[in-house]
């Protein structure tokens, strides 16, 4: 059975919440060498919230560098310098529910962003939620959410050399 890559330039994470993709990631990440970037997109809107943002922080040492980026990511990322170590992205699901509230047009951010990842060299590891397992939502927002994560999710495995799904904490190297 294959293993979770460190030296890969784009990797993406996918499973669903608590499977350990942002622990992963993490540990993926910590085995670079200089600095390492972790762009946040979620935002604090309840204490709930709040405790899991803290909760992620406080695994996280001093190498890490946190900037919030509930939808500037490809700016954020086109604005780091060359010498970065290795920057997380955590997470697009977020990212996505941030564009959609704001009125986005998703299928430009994506390129967006994507165009940005290709643009720089160092690595960069993408968090995402898979959510098309269960069962068809019962409204139109929740449909065209899900269906907007699947293609979002497509086109960062389509871009990344390196894929994972995580599930009970166990890895599985899907690319």
């Given at each position: ?7 890969a ?12 993709k ?11 060498s200089?600095r390492?970037?972790?762009i ?16 992620h ?19 954020v990322?086109r ?20 564009l959609m509230h ?9 390129a ?28 139109k ?10 293609r979002l ?6 871009a990344a ?8 904490g ?6």
């Open positions: 059975m294959s293993q979770p890559r460190s030296d330039r784009i990797t993406l994470l996918l499973g669903g919440a608590r499977s350990g942002s622990r992963l990631a993490e540990q993926l990440a910590e085995k670079r200089g390492l970037v972790y946040a997109t979620a935002e604090a809107w309840d204490d709930e919230m709040k405790a899991r943002i803290a909760e922080k406080s695994r996280r040492g001093d190498r890490w560098h946190c900037i919030e980026a509930p939808i500037a990511v490809a700016e990322l604005a780091l310098p060359a010498d970065t170590g290795a920057v997380l992205v955590d997470c697009l699901t977020l990212w996505l529910s941030n704001a009125g986005r047009d998703i299928a430009a951010e994506t967006g962003l994507l165009t940005a990842i290709n643009a720089i060299n160092f690595p960069v590891l993408l968090v995402s939620n898979e959510v098309g397992l269960g069962i068809v939502p019962d409204n927002l929740a449909r065209d959410f899900r269906d907007a994560q699947g999710n497509q086109a960062a495995a389509a050399d390196h894929a994972i799904f995580m599930a009970a166990l890895p599985l190297v899907l690319k």
